[in-house]
């Protein structure tokens, strides 16, 4: 298979690369052979031996009915063709990012060059196949392009057309007829996906082996949930012989109960009887239905880590600290994925065009975590009184809004009028800029009033302002501050009657001296009257 044609630069295993190879098919599909496109079908009829067994050649490197069951499960089994699809097009959802690592300038264009290649965006999809079945194949047709050489063509490969080394299960070679070790791989020639979803040997990793018993357990419990729906509801019917019933009798009742759910009708003989038994309740759900929930949840947990955001979740809460859970694995996903890109295509690419290097750049596929945006945007207003310098760039890029260009129509506060408005001469809503003027007029009052005065109320209130506090912070410090002098406002009224009450004699008379000169409430109404107009200068201020 290797070109006599070959270059002193090595591959990732550190053989050679071949230069020639680099521009033809090595893994092409055959009619016959080990490569054939034409396979039986292992999921019809599969029983626990069946599948055991399976299993069992798998492991030993013999994979090649374990990834035809693996590729039926996803056309059979829906609910864990759903688990795994939205799995790997979470994986394909990340964007994919170019780190420098100290490279030179004109390397790193190179390679964000090649990644921006639609090709690319999909070869990675097609490699996320590995999270099911163990490993993923993609083969690259070089050519030289727009000055490099590089992957023109990436093409998905059916895993069965690849087999693992005898010895150690973990290396990956070409599958051929005649062969029962395979070929080696060319180098720089396949991106060869093995995503470590557990510890193990790649066969073992694949999410479809552990899925495949509830593959069987759900298929199972499918057939006997139709079989009992076909008859559940049917009156139970029942014959009666008599004890001198003969042999003949008896056949004739059994084939008139057979008979009577299809035909609507039977004879009998004279002296035996059918009777009808309603069948009532909701059993088949609750066992059948039951199970199979059972066997998603487990391959939810399987396959996404958790339950709440595809199954019924109970509790915002709980989804949310299921969903980190989803997310721990989406970051492992796309470091791993990211790893093969930088082992199989990114360093060859680099070293095919660019010669050896000390520092090579690097893909990434980095999953950012989700901003709460309330929690944001309340930080960032509460911060910027106190000097708080923000980008609007970098707020916009975290709440997801683009940045505005000429003539945009722009959003403005409720309480400012529109540039147009402010210049277009007539009022057209008088009632409302009354409104505004008056409230205006009376802010003034009340903050000359505030500067003027020396209470308690006003100068915390001035304290306040400094730091813009909103319209209830206001109010709440202005009636924290009313309190202050609470003594000398409440003598004029406590002290006449405390002095009245020493002095006199008898009840009548306490009353009497009370009615002539009693308790002097005018500071008191004063401070409330004046705390009621700051009051609600502050709340027509913050209307």
């Known amino acids: 298979m290797v070109s006599s044609r070959t270059s002193s630069i090595l591959g990732p295993d550190g053989r050679p690369i071949a230069i020639q190879t680099l521009s033809e098919e090595v893994a092409t599909p055959t009619v016959a052979g080990v490569r ?40 059979r089994y829906l609910h864990y063709a759903s688990q795994l699809q939205t799995r790997r097009l979470a994986l394909e959802g990340i964007e994919v990012t170019v780190e420098a690592n100290g490279a030179a300038a004109r390397i790193v264009d190179a390679v964000t060059e090649l990644i921006q290649d639609d090709g690319f965006d999909e070869a990675l999809g097609n490699l996320t196949d590995g999270i099911s079945k163990g490993y993923a194949v993609v083969e690259m047709m070089w050519e030289y392009e ?24 973990r290396e ?10 395979g070929e080696e791989l060319p180098q720089a020639k396949f991106l060869r996906h093995m995503p470590r979803t557990k510890m193990g040997l790649p066969l073992r990793r694949g999410m479809a082996r552990p899925a495949a018993w509830a593959y069987l357990i759900q298929q199972f419990t499918l057939q006997d949930w139709a079989a009992f729906s076909e008859v559940y509801g049917m009156p139970l019917r029942v014959g009666k012989y008599n004890a001198n019933a003969s042999a003949g009798d008896k056949r004739t009742l059994l084939k008139a109960v057979a008979s009577i759910a299809n035909d609507a009708a039977a004879i009998i003989p004279q002296g035996m009887d059918i009777e009808f038994h ?8 609750a066992v059948f239905g039951g199970l199979l929930e059972y066997v998603d949840k487990q391959i939810s947990k399987l396959v ?6 595809s199954d019924d979740g109970s509790s915002l809460g709980q989804a949310k600290i299921h969903n980190e859970v989803r997310l721990d694995i989406l970051r492992a996903d796309g470091k791993q994925l990211a790893r093969t890109a930088n082992r ?3 360093r060859p690419f680099v ?16 999953v950012p975590d989700p901003e709460d945006v309330v929690a944001l945007t309340d930080a960032v207003a509460k911060m910027m009184p106190f000097g708080l310098r923000v980008k609007q760039a970098e707020i916009r890029e975290k709440i997801g809004l683009s940045d505005p260009v000429d003539g945009d129509e722009l959003l403005i506060a409720t309480n400012e009028a529109p540039a147009e408005t402010k210049k277009a001469g007539p009022k057209t809503a008088p009632a409302n800029d009354d409104r505004k003027s008056k409230t205006a007029a009376l802010s003034a009052i009340v903050l000359d009033h505030k500067r003027a005065c020396r209470c308690g109320a006003c100068t915390a209130l001035l304290a306040a302002e400094a730091g813009q506090p909103d319209a209830l912070d206001q109010v709440d410090a202005l009636f924290a501050s009313a309190a202050d002098d609470w ?39 004063e401070r409330l009257s004046r705390l009621t107009a700051i009051a609600r200068g502050i709340g027509d201020i913050a209307d």
Do not use: C, W
């Not at 309603?278 to 759900?285: L, M, Q």
């Open 344 to 346: 199989d295509l990114i």
């Open 172 to 181: 990956l070679r070409l599958a051929v007829d005649g062969s029962i070790d």
């Open 487 to 525: 003594e000398t406002m409440a003598r004029p009224i406590v002290q006449p009657i405390v002095d009245i009450l020493a002095s006199a004699g008898s009840f009548e008379e306490a009353l009497k001296l009370i009615e002539a000169a009693g308790p002097d409430a005018s500071k008191m109404a």
């Open 146 to 169: 727009r000055k490099a050489l590089r992957p023109v063509t990436y093409i998905e490969r059916d895993p069965r057309f690849f087999q693992l080394d005898r010895l150690a299960l």
């Open 304 to 309: 996404v880590g958790q339950t709440m955001t």
């Open 36 to 75: 054939r496109t034409h396979e039986e079908r292992v999921a019809s009829g599969l029983t626990p031996e069946r599948l055991g067994a399976i299993l069992r050649e798998a492991a030993e490197g013999n994979a090649r009915n374990y990834l035809t069951l693996a590729e039926e499960m996803e056309e």
């Open 278 to 285: 309603e069948v009532s309740g909701n059993n088949g759900a």
């Open 351 to 366: 070293d095919l065009n660019f010669g050896p290097q000390e520092h090579y750049p690097t893909v990434q596929l980095l």
